[in-house]
């Protein structure tokens, strides 16, 4: 892992601010196994510490302690292979998971909205309309990540125009009718090729369906997808709590009791996200994992602004940065990471309300 975390920590500041190594990032990771973390070993996974979901979990929170932006692009890709595991369609699985895991394939997540969906928060944007035993697809998706323009793969959830029950199935980057966007103009993460995908007519055949009944795969696997999204918080948090830390003890300021709460309740967060997914409650108690996210997302405020009360004005002189910038324009995207922090705020009160 050293050589990843040496690229990493060079050029996080690039994949930040500019699209120049946007193309280098996926290759980086896979050629260090990143993909392969919480894959079964008999489809081409690594052994890990749990053998599941968790090691991803936790290798992407190691990825973001140096970069965001590349742990970004890693929980699109893992989130898309973890589509495929908990796929019945296995052939599909087998087609596609050997060029996910190399990295030569990019998977896109593109089921932000499903899960907004599944919460009660928005429609679904992508439209489906019976074609034989396919469908075909209409519809517009804002904001993915990962989506390399020169292969990607995509998720999306569809409402098909007969009002039955909504599936998941995949498109293709050369697929007729799929329309990607130029990289969206972002404050921060440039590097992670997220843009807008407009479907105009696009033909999804049987092959390409991940779940037929998506309601009920969807409650099964966004534990995993929220679980990996909350490894971004936890590499952030850690990585500003450990810059906190040494400053405050080099000048024996006063931070050092609420560095240390910081650091423990961040602990305590982490070893209860992992057990949850691996106990599975999440997938039946949703708020509890909803919960958890906004309290990781919480956390990463406190740390940044521990890390900024540590280094005081020398935060803001240029030759002294190591990273803080980046660290606080980071920070300010776990809060909308999809589903946003409102938004999970809203669905916890929706729950609140009916359960009274």
Request: glycine residues 8%; contains cysteine.
């Amino acid at each position: 892992m050293a050589t990843l975390h040496d690229w990493l920590a060079q050029n996080a500041d690039t994949l930040d601010q500019s699209e120049s190594l946007s193309d280098e990032v996926m290759p980086a990771l896979a050629a260090h196994g990143s993909f392969r973390a919480g894959v079964p070993l008999a489809l081409g996974g690594e052994p890990g510490e749990y053998g599941d979901v968790r090691d991803a979990i936790l290798g992407i929170a190691d990825v973001a302690r140096y970069s965001v932006t590349a742990a970004f692009v890693y929980w699109g890709q893992r989130s898309f292979i973890e589509y495929l595991l908990q796929s019945s369609n296995t052939a599909l699985r087998d087609r596609l998971l050997p060029s996910l895991l190399d990295g030569s394939l990019a998977g896109a997540t593109g089921l932000s909205n499903a899960m907004k969906f599944l919460s009660g928060m928005e429609p679904l944007s992508v439209q489906g309309t019976a074609d034989g035993d396919g469908w075909r697809l209409n519809g517009k998706l804002a904001w993915i990540t990962n989506l390399r323009p020169q292969r990607f793969v995509a998720a999306a959830a569809v409402a098909p125009v007969d009002g039955s029950t909504p599936l998941v199935t995949m498109f293709a980057s050369g697929d007729d009718g799929v329309q990607r966007s130029d990289n969206l103009q972002l404050i921060a993460m440039r590097g992670s090729h997220t843009a807008a995908v407009r479907l105009e007519n696009v033909a999804a055949p049987a092959d390409y369906v991940i779940a037929a009944q998506a309601p009920e795969w969807l409650a099964r696997v966004r534990p995993a997808f929220l679980g990996m999204q909350c490894g971004m918080s936890i590499g952030l948090a850690t990585a500003s709590l450990d810059k906190a830390s040494q400053v405050a003890a080099a000048a024996r300021g006063q931070l050092g009791e609420q560095i240390a709460a910081a650091q423990q309740a961040l602990a305590a967060l982490t070893a209860q996200l992992l057990d949850g997914v691996a106990d599975g409650r999440f997938v039946t108690a949703a708020p509890s994992m909803f919960k958890l996210r906004i309290a990781l997302a919480d956390l990463v405020q406190q740390a940044v602004t521990l890390e900024l009360q540590a280094k005081g004005g020398h935060a803001y002189l240029v030759q002294e940065e190591d990273g803080f910038a980046r660290r606080w324009r980071e920070s300010a995207f776990i809060p909308v990471i999809t589903p946003s922090i409102t938004q999970l705020q809203a669905a916890l009160a929706k729950h609140a309300a009916a359960t009274q």
